[in-house]
């Protein structure tokens, strides 16, 4: 079964910076996109990053040249490198994987920027 896990998020300043993992178990060398996704209070889940297994690389154009995504594919993780952050930054970030046709969703984590 393929279980998503993510770590980093926390409490920062705007113009800072955080770094967010998220490890893949369960799903072996199959694991084909991966990215983050991000919910703020009231509002919908929203696409942040995507990287393909060769990596490459989409962005939410709120995010570009702040945020950069990255992957290790024999580990299976994912990484999301947040820079100044912005207060409306602040949200529940979820790590996705997909697998055969397949969605996996970790549980989230808080990231908080204080203006």
């Known amino acids: 079964q393929v279980q998503l896990v993510e770590s980093g998020g926390g409490l920062v300043r705007t113009g800072g910076s955080l770094r967010l993992s998220c490890t893949v178990s369960g799903g072996g060398f199959s694991i084909g996109a991966m990215g983050w996704y991000r919910q703020a209070p009231e509002k919908q889940r929203e696409l942040v990053a995507t990287?393909?297994?060769?990596?490459?690389?989409t962005y939410a154009d709120s995010v570009k040249g702040r945020f950069t995504i990255s992957r290790v594919n024999f580990k299976n993780t994912v990484s999301l490198q947040m820079s100044d952050l912005k207060p409306e930054d602040t949200a529940v970030y979820y790590c996705?994987?997909?697998?055969?046709?397949?969605?996996?969703w970790g549980k989230g984590t808080l990231v908080t920027v204080s203006s």
């Open positions: 996705n994987a997909g697998q055969n046709g397949m969605d996996y």
């Open positions: 990287i393909s297994r060769s990596g490459f690389t």
